[in-house]
Structures are given as C-alpha cells and as structure tokens.
C-alpha cells in the first residue's frame, strides 16, 4: 500500500525553527520528485519547495532563504526544514511524490503548522 505520513508539524513562534518529515512507504521515492506544499483554508494549494530525483532543489519566492527541503533516499523519505518562519506560514503542509514517467503522484494527509507567539 502506497503512504506518505508527515509528521513535525505544530506550533512555533515566529522566527523559531520546525522540521517537517515525510515518511513513504509501499514504493521507492528514486526517480520520483519530491516536493511539499502547503494550503489555507479557503485558498488554493501552492507549492513550497521541490527536490528531484538528481537533487536539483526549487523555491517560492516567499520561502528562499528560510526553508530548505531534503531528501534521503536511504530513509525514503523527504524533509522540510523551516527556519524563521512568520505567521503567513501557517497552513496545513502537504508531502508529495511525482513521477512523470510513470504517471504517477502521491500526495499525505497533510500536517498542520502554525507560526504564532
């Protein structure tokens, strides 16, 4: 069975830092782009960050300099770590997994981060 579980999200204070896991199972994530992005109710999903398969990495503007997406192939998985984050951060975050090729995109449950003091 296909998963994607994130987990780490919370609440954090402005300019504190979280870490956002990604944890697939029921297939491997070689070849597949990673990526998170992240949705407020009533507004659409938007894309944060993306890493694929050879390790080229891609930001929002809004995030550049604060968030650094990873991944580990080994633990088949992907992580978003978010440093200074500010309160229009706050969203649920969604970890996504997509292969072209395959015709392929998973999506998690999502996590819920909230940036507030």
């Known amino acids: 069975q296909v998963r994607l579980v994130e987990s780490g999200g919370g609440l954090v204070q402005p300019g504190g830092s979280l870490r956002l896991s990604c944890e697939a199972s029921g297939f491997s994530i070689d070849g597949y782009t990673m990526s998170w992005y992240r949705q407020v109710p009533g507004e659409e999903r938007e894309l944060v960050a993306s890493?694929?398969?050879?390790?080229?990495?891609k930001y929002a503007d809004s995030v550049k300099e604060r968030f650094t997406i990873s991944r580990d192939n080994v633990y088949n998985s992907v992580y978003l770590q978010m440093n200074s984050p500010k309160p229009e951060d706050t969203a649920i975050y969604y970890c996504?997994?997509?292969?072209?090729?395959?015709?392929?995109?998973?999506w998690g449950q999502g996590t819920q981060v909230t940036v507030s003091s």
């Open positions: 996504s997994a997509r292969n072209t090729a395959l015709r392929t995109d998973y």
């Open positions: 890493v694929f398969s050879r390790g080229g990495k």
